[in-house]
């Protein structure tokens, strides 16, 4: 495991805070930034639940901030995000197909978005240490 992955399992057990799917992918990520938690999570807070309207997953969104956070914003690095999270969900990206095709499957929603929380820092961990970053 990665301290970023076990810090964002940390903050999505957290019963006491509330952190959407973009913020928990970002947070884990900000100190090493140099970017305050709280910041962090102030700055994801409208992009959960897909920017609040179950558009592209907030754990997607969160993804592209960590990238921008480090200076990664080369369209093949976007797309190498985009793609393997199409791979692994049926092609989707948007909020609501995603809690759509999970709930056909039987999946709750919490289990479901922590997944996506954990895919995703893994992603972009592996992005930032392909680039030499992390």
Request: aromatic share 6%; hydrophobic share 40%; with cysteine.
């Amino acid at each position: 495991m990665s301290e970023y992955l076990d810090k964002a399992k940390e903050i999505r057990a957290d019963g006491t805070r509330h952190y959407n799917c973009a913020q928990g992918v970002l947070v884990p990520f900000a100190a090493k930034a140099g970017l305050d938690e709280e910041t962090a999570y102030r700055l994801a807070a409208n992009f959960g639940s897909g920017m609040k309207m179950g558009s592209v997953c907030g754990a997607v969104t969160g993804g592209l901030m960590v990238l921008g956070l480090f200076g990664v914003e080369g369209a093949s690095d976007v797309s190498d995000l985009y793609r393997a999270v199409k791979e692994n969900h049926d092609g989707c990206l948007d909020c609501r197909d995603l809690l759509r095709l999970n709930a056909e499957r039987g999946g709750e929603k919490k289990p479901h978005c922590d997944g996506m929380v954990f895919e995703v820092v893994e992603l972009a961990e592996e992005i930032l240490k392909s680039k030499g970053i992390l």
